[in-house]
């Protein structure tokens, strides 16, 4: 099966942009849809953004929405997140991860419905 691996986290002000990637090796991405999820300290792994496997289906937490754009490409067999505008309460640990199977119609916002993750990267924005 595929396995996923995060970059682009850091520190960064509040205001600024970071983007994340979700590089994927053992097996094509085209085949998964992909998730991110995030999870600060003391809270629970909260859905951030999913897209289909085309990329032509997309959604987006309420509180994400219009900052960040969630995009792949199967020919790099990469998945991303740009985040804009960033606050301090967007702080956390973000993670990619994948469905094996499922349906493009369907928008996948619980945890559970992921079976492949990535290890993480943090992400901490200051005021």
């Known amino acids: 099966q595929v396995q996923l691996v995060e970059s682009g986290g850091g520190s960064v002000q509040a205001g600024a942009s970071l983007r994340l990637s979700c590089a994927a090796s053992?097996?094509?991405?085209?085949?998964?849809?992909v998730g991110w999820f995030r999870q600060a300290p003391g809270k629970e792994r909260e859905f951030v953004a999913v897209i289909g496997r085309s990329g032509s289906h997309t959604y987006y937490s309420e509180s994400v929405k219009p900052r960040f754009t969630i995009t792949r490409d199967n020919d790099q067999n990469t998945a991303w997140l740009q985040m804009n505008s960033l606050k301090p309460e967007d702080t956390a640990v973000y993670y990619c991860a994948a469905i094996t199977g499922g349906s493009d119609s369907y928008y996948y916002t619980r945890d559970h419905h992921y079976d492949i993750w990535g290890q993480g990267t943090q992400v901490t924005v200051s005021s």
């Open positions: 053992g097996r094509t991405l085209s085949t998964y849809i």
